[in-house]
Each structure stands twice: as C-alpha cells, then as structure tokens.
C-alpha cells in the first residue's frame, strides 16, 4: 500500500466496508487506517449515516466534511 491512497483504492475499501469488512478486526483496523489518510470523515459515514449512501456518495460527502468552513 502506498502512503495515502487512490480515490479507486478508497471506492474499493468502503464497498468492502459496506459488504461485511475485511474479516478481522486487525484488517478492519488497518484498511480504515489507510481509509482515513485521505478521507478522515469516511468511518462515520460507513458505519453511523442512517441514509442508504452508495461508496461514491460517501467519498464525496467525506471530502466536503474535511473541507474548511469560511467565514
């Protein structure tokens, strides 16, 4: 894995998310981990939003949450 990554990688891992994790608590960890590095806010969005949000919704509503408010 790369340090932070792509926005295919971060689709893939939040489908996966969504369709049960990784197996392990250990994986679970280390993917939303890797996850976080570019989309901070994408955990809450995955396991806490009671919409029914496709991996693409969630990405893009986890950008604009990671966005600075201007005043």
């Known amino acids: 894995m790369a340090n932070k990554p792509s926005y295919s990688e971060c ?3 939040v489908k996966k998310f969504q369709n049960g994790g990784y197996g392990s608590d250990a994986k679970n960890q280390e ?5 976080s590095t570019a989309y901070p806010e994408a955990s ?5 939003d009671k919409r029914d949000l ?10 604009e949450r990671a966005k600075p ?3």
Request: proline fraction near 4%; glycine fraction near 0%; charge should be negative.
């Open 69 to 71: 408010i201007l005043l």
């Open 31 to 35: 993917m939303m981990n890797y996850l």
């Open 44 to 48: 809450d969005l995955i396991f806490w």
């Open 11 to 13: 689709l893939e891992i």
């Open 54 to 63: 496709t991996p693409e919704q969630i990405l893009k509503e986890a950008d």
